[in-house]
């Protein structure tokens, strides 16, 4: 049978774009549905805008810890419509240069929702045309999920938090995860009164404990009201504002709500059940090692498929994909010790096993941690602690999990990674020369292990 195409990608995000890119390196006619903007989540409403926004939220703390260091500064002031401007503009050059990137490698960019109509068989529900393709990839990501209580129609997402018209003088962020504290974190940071609400015992569930509890710690320093074990009954407008009424009692007075309570596979709509995709409990793609569906031609990468909900690891999805289809190398995705960063205030970093989950694996660990305050903050005065915490196996020595929090522990995270991914042991950390002084020399000069109470069971 003749196709249109070698492949077709459904949606022009990271791991979309990354594997329609090497495809067509390989020699393959290639095209690329996208409903919104080429990029995705991650580029026009993810990752980039947000760290832009955390880079925006900090300088109020330099201002701050300058005094310390001698310098007089004027009272600052904080222009919204300014950020927004900026932030749009780079998004828009980064919008730019996915599609000339794609151009450059001879891959047709359409602008249309696309639909499956069978096995091989696409829809473009804009251009009212079909195509056919011999392989078939959904890259489509995910969406952000609002609980269905009454007066969510009130509420934003991260979605919307990029494009409001001015900066809220009073925010409550609903959820615990990454967007959620990092959210909480930006609108303190640019001079908003926050409350964290979260249904659970402890913020960033799946985190190491000590993490956990540290960064709950030092989120309420700075002012920010961190509530868990409280759940939002409904929310009702209130004049300018809205009142979130909570299912212990309480009610909240604020200019707005945001919700980040984790998001859903995009596959809502997509044709996939009638095509006989299997689908998984939330609605994600399943798939195997290789990213291949239960349809040999249909393959899937990404958040689409809820494995490790990462921007680089859709991408490197998408590259292990083009290898295996493409270019006659079977190649799995290794989705073990991924090092990974919560840009909060202050920061974290991990890679590898939390202690709570090295104590079900291992017969015996090791922990070796530290907690201190950074150097810059002798003179800055600021009350702010940093966290370095190794586990170890104690039986060959091996590094299982690094978890750090503090200033720069996502950077530091992602050299660690390559320490822990190497199984390097607790003995290659302590051979290693410290640079001193930095905050990174504890991860080798830990020598004490802590003795503590066993950690708390896994949430």
């Given at each position: ?35 919104y ?20 939220s900090r ?5 701050e810890d300058?005094a ?5 500064l ?6 919204w419509?300014t ?8 998004i ?6 996915y ?10 960019i ?9 096995p ?6 804009e251009?009212n045309?079909t195509?056919t393709?011999?392989?078939?990839l959904?890259a ?31 925010v409550?962020v ?11 974190g ?8 926050v ?6 015992e402890?913020i ?8 956990r ?14 509530r868990?074990?409280t ?11 809205y009142?979130?009424v ?7 007075y ?6 980040a309570?984790?998001?859903r ?7 996939l059940?009638?095509t006989?995709i ?16 239960n349809?040999?031609?249909?393959y899937a990468v990404?958040d689409?498929t809820?494995?490790?909900?990462l921007?680089?690891v ?14 006659d190398?079977?190649t ?23 202690e709570?989950?090295a ?9 070796y941690?530290?907690?201190f305050r950074?150097m810059k903050?002798?003179?800055?005065g ?9 586990i ?12 750090i929090?503090?200033p720069?522990a ?9 320490a822990?991914?190497m ?6 950390f302590d ?15 830990l020598?004490e292990?802590w003795v ?5 069971a896994?949430?």
């Open positions: 049978m003749a196709f249109d195409l070698d492949l077709f990608v459904i949606g022009a995000g990271s791991g979309g774009v990354r594997a329609a890119r090497l495809a067509a390196g390989y020699g393959a006619k290639v095209a690329v549905a996208e409903e903007r080429v990029g995705g989540t991650c580029v026009v409403r993810g990752c980039v805008p947000k760290k832009l926004f955390v880079y925006a300088f109020a703390d330099a201002f300058a310390g260091f001698g310098w007089t004027p009272r600052p002031a904080f222009d419509p950020l927004i401007a900026n932030k749009d503009r780079e828009d050059r980064l919008n730019g240069l599609i000339r990137n794609l151009n450059r490698a001879g891959v047709d359409i602008m249309s929702r696309a639909v499956l109509k069978g091989n068989t696409v829809y473009l529900v251009e045309r195509l393709a011999r392989t078939i959904i489509t990501g995910a969406t952000p999920f609002v609980p269905d209580i009454p007066g969510a129609e009130h509420a934003i997402t991260s979605n919307e938090a990029f494009h409001l018209p001015a900066l809220p003088a009073s409550v609903v959820g615990a995860g990454y967007i959620a504290v990092e959210f909480a930006i609108f303190n940071g640019l001079g908003a009164e409350k964290l609400l979260y249904r659970g402890q960033l569930r799946g985190f190491d404990g000590d993490l509890d540290g960064l709950a710690d030092e989120m309420r320093k700075r002012g920010i009201d961190v868990v074990e759940d939002v009954a409904r929310i009702d407008t209130d004049g300018a504002g009142q979130v909570c299912g212990n009692g309480d009610t909240i604020t200019e707005l709500v945001m919700y309570t984790g998001r596979p995009n596959t809502l709509n997509l044709g059940e009638k006989g299997e689908l998984g409990w939330n609605g994600h793609v399943v798939v195997n090692e290789y990213s291949q569906t349809i040999e031609n249909v990404g689409v809820d494995r490790v909900n921007t680089p859709a991408i490197r999805e998408g590259i292990a994909f083009a290898e295996t289809v493409f270019n190398n079977p799995p995705v290794d989705h073990s010790y991924i090092p990974t960063a919560v840009f909060s205030e202050p920061e974290i970093g991990t890679v590898g096993l939390t709570e989950e104590r079900e694996k291992h017969r015996k660990i090791d922990i941690k530290s907690s950074a903050h002798t003179l800055s600021r009350d702010e602690n940093t966290l370095v915490k190794l170890v196996d104690g039986e060959s020595d091996r590094v299982v999990g690094c978890h929090l503090g720069d996502g950077e530091m995270a992602q050299v660690l990674g390559i822990v991914r199984g390097a042991t607790k003995a290659d051979a290693t020369m410290a640079i001193h002084p930095t905050a990174a020399e504890e991860l080798v000069t020598r292990k503590d109470k066993p950690a708390r896994a949430q």
